[in-house]
C-alpha cells in the first residue's frame, strides 16, 4: 500500500511537470506561443495544435467527462468533488464546479477563431486550406460541447480579437443553442468544401501543419472522415428538434459511409507515452478514490453476462483484479464518502490509453440507431460490429492498465486480457433476445456499455440519457440514483469566471439551481 501511494504521488508530480497545458487558468492556453500584444504574429498551424491538444486533453478528458461519468453513473463519485456531484451536495449548482473546463473550452474557441482568420487573411497562412479546414473542425467541436453542456451560451461574440490582441467584446452576449448548432454545422459545412475531397493541401508561405496535428499529422482525407462524422452525430443530437426526422436519420447514414472505415481513421489523440499521460489516468492518481466502481454499471453488465464484467476491476486499493463476484459496487447517490470501502474501475489507470474526440464505435452505434428507426434491414450485423469495435477499444485501455500495474505494483498478478474473441457468443447469448424485444433500446444499451472506459466519451453517454429522455420512448439507459427524481443535472452550470464577470451570464445562472428543472433546447427546453 505504501509502495502505491508513492507511486501516485510520483506520477502526479511528473504529470503536472510534463503536460503544463492542464492549467487550472485560461492564462497558461492564452500565453503558449502567443504575444498578447500582437495576436497575429504566430503561424497558425502552431496555434492550432495547441487547440487540438487542449480539446482533447482538458475538454474531452477534463470535468465535462469526469462529472459526466458520475451523473450518467459510470462511475460512482465517493471522493470529494465527485462525492459532492454523486449526492447532489451544492458541486452540481455552484459556479465553481466546471469553471477550469468553462476556461478551456472557450480558450480553445478564441484559439480555433484566430487560427480561421489566420488562414484567410494572413499573408503568412493564407492559402493554409487543411489548417484552416481543421480550424473549423475543432471550433466546431468546441461549440458543440459548449452548448452541448451549458445549452444558451455565448459564442458569436468570444475570440473576437482587437488588432492589439485584446478582446473586442469584453461581456459576450448569450447566443441559443439553435443559432449555435445552426454555426456548428455551418463550419463542419466549411471544413468539408476546403478539403476538397481529400485533396486539399496547405500551401501557404508559412507551410504546412504536418506534424503539428497530433491527430491525422496534416492529412486533408482523415479530416474529411472526421467532419462528416461530426455532422452524424450532431445530427443525431438535434433529432428531437428535426422538422423531417427521415431525412435526418437517412442523412445520418449518408454521413457516416463518407466518414470512418476502422479505428484506424478515429479522431483521437494518442500520444499517450508514460511520460505524456491519458488525463483519466492522472485524475484517478491525483485523486485516488474520487471513483469507485458503480452499481448501476455493474447492474448492466451483469444482466448481459457481460465478458467486459471479469475483466474490468479492482480491489479498493487498486492494487489486484477481482473477479465479478469480488466486486463491491458503490450505491449511486448513497455511497459513503471513502476511498477504500468500494472496488476501483480497471480503466481508471490506463496510462498509454488515446482519447477519443470522435471513434469507430460510436458511429456504428449511430449507424445501428438510425437503421433501426428507418426499419431497415441488416442492423444486427451493424450492430456486432459496434459492439466489437468497442471490446477492441476496451480492450486497449485494459492492456494499458495492465501492464501499468504489473511495471508498478509489485507482486501485481497480471491479467489475460481478451474481449474481441467473445462478441459472437456474447451476441447470441446475451444481447440478440433483448435486440428482438426492443432493437433502439439494446442498441444504445449496448453504446452505453462501449462508452464507459478511459477514452473520455462519458459524455456522449449523457447526451443520448437526456436526448432519449426528452423523446419519451423509454429508450434510455435505466439510473439508479434516487436523487434523480427531482435532482438530475439537466445542464452544466456556467463557469464562476463569467458568472462573476459578464452580467448576462450572471442573470442567467442565478442560484444555479435551474441545472435541475431547465434541459437545453435539443432535449425539449427552452435555453
Known sequence: MKQYKSTIKGIALSFIAAFSITSCSEDVMDKVNENPNNAHDVPAKFILSDVGVSTAFNVVGGDFTLYSS??????TGTGQ??????TRNGE?????????????????IKNAKMVIDKCQNSSLDKGNAVTEAIGHILLAYNAAIATDMFGDTPFSETGIMNEDGTPKYMQPK?????????????HLTTAIEL???GNAKDNGLSGGIGDKDYFYGGKAEKWLKAAYGLKARYTLHLLNRSKDTNKDLNDILTYIDKSFKSAEDELKLAIYDGAQ??????????????FSVSESLIEKLNERNDPRLAQSFMNADAEKHIEANEIKAAPNGEALESSSEYSKSMIGYAITAPTQLLSYHELLFIKAEAMARLDQSGVENVLKDAIKAG??????????????????????????IALSDKVNDYYTNNVSGKFTENEIKEIIAQKYLAFYGASGESVEAY???????????GYEVKLNNPLNVNKFPHRFGYGGSDVTANKAIKEAFGDGQYVYTEPVWWAGGTR
Open 92 to 108: 452540481p449548482t455552484a459556479s465553481s464546479t466546471y469553471n477550469n473546463a468553462w476556461l478551456s473550452l472557450y480558450s480553445n
Open 174 to 186: 448569450i447566443d441559443t443553442q439553435e443559432y449555435i448548432y445552426g454555426e456548428v454545422m455551418n
Open 277 to 290: 499521460k491519458n488525463p483519466t489516468f492522472s485524475f484517478n492518481y491525483s485523486r485516488f478514490g474520487s
Open 81 to 86: 468533488q465527485q462525492w459532492r456531484a454523486e
Open 70 to 75: 458520475v451523473y450518467i453513473e459510470h462511475e
Open 195 to 197: 478539403l476538397d475531397g
Open 391 to 416: 471490446f477492441e477499444n476496451m480492450e486497449v485501455s485494459l492492456k494499458s492498465s495492465n501492464k501499468f500495474f504489473k511495471d508498478n505494483i509489485k507482486g501485481y498478478e497480471e491479467v489475460t
Open 463 to 473: 447526451n443520448d440519457y437526456r436526448r432519449l429522455k426528452a423523446e419519451g420512448k
